[in-house]
DNA sequence: CTCAATTAGTTGACAGTTAAACTATTCAGG
DNA sequence: CCTGAATAGTTTAACTGTCAACTAATTGAG
């Protein structure tokens, strides 16, 4: 029984299943690559990866978001999405906006501030990322992004199932 | 660099580099899958991903887990093991035993009880999760597991470097 | 038109999470 | 042995996140 060097989550998981070793292995690298990269954003931007996610979702709707949409798009609850906005706003970086269309709703968007400081947390942001995945080549990466897209989708219409 | 100009949408979909296009889709899968995990535990066994996580980290080890080895091993901080295992330990599920041989530590353990609730458990939460992978093939699993391997180590290392 | 059902968003209670400061113990060089 | 540095664990403050209950506005069936 006495091999070669594991790591921890690979003895933890050498005798389950192909599927729950395939996803303890997607939770530890998912937490190793998030874990760097909100250590990097407090470190150089004292911000959060909550609030920069909520910004890059604003940044690529000029116009705004209504908060249910920001929740959608970030796969958080609305909840969640309220109290980030609320700390953005108090930063000056995101402002609430009437919906001209419904009484009920906010467009919240990026201020010009807040466009600023996305603009250069993501330049950065993005060469962490690049930098964190040059372990795979570009076959590997589109090989793996087509795998995900067909187990989100399939996840999908197992949670629509239940629903 | 400069090209032609593009509507916002194209620009948001098609100006993302490879790995961040992947990144943003690993963190979409990741949380859907954990959405549901969390969903159904909460609905079948009134209990949390945390909680289960830690129980299945004891139940591979029936001498019991330091503090310190439940933190590397659930790659959350030692803050976080703490507050779990008090809540584990007043529903009696696991207990702290002193460590004969360092005064400092405790040796968590899963009780009786606790043994029992995670088997019950840990077989239904098999079947969700192979029911979420099932979408890919035996090979397809393992390719993705590769893959995922070498960038674990490849951001371990980045890590390691900037430590 | 009217009102019941739905929808948008907020709030409050609680669990999970981190980072930093803290306590207690162990360890190692002198 | 002593003592300063390192280690194991806990605590605290701030933030992230969920869920359920709530308010306000919209919608649609009759």
Redesign the pocket.
Known sequence: MAGRPMDAETRAVSDDHGAIRLWLRMLATNRLVE?RT??LL?ERYST????FDLMAQLERAPRGL????L?KRM?????????????LEEEGLVE?AA?PG?????LVRLTPAGRRAFAAMAEEHERWIVESFAELSGREMTTMAALLARLKSHVRALEERDA
């Open positions: 874990t909100r250590r407090q959060t990866l909550p609030r209504k908060m249910g949409e929740s796969m958080v609850t609305g909840g969640n999405v309220t109290g980030i906005t609320d700390l609430r919906d419904d009484r009920r709703a906010w």
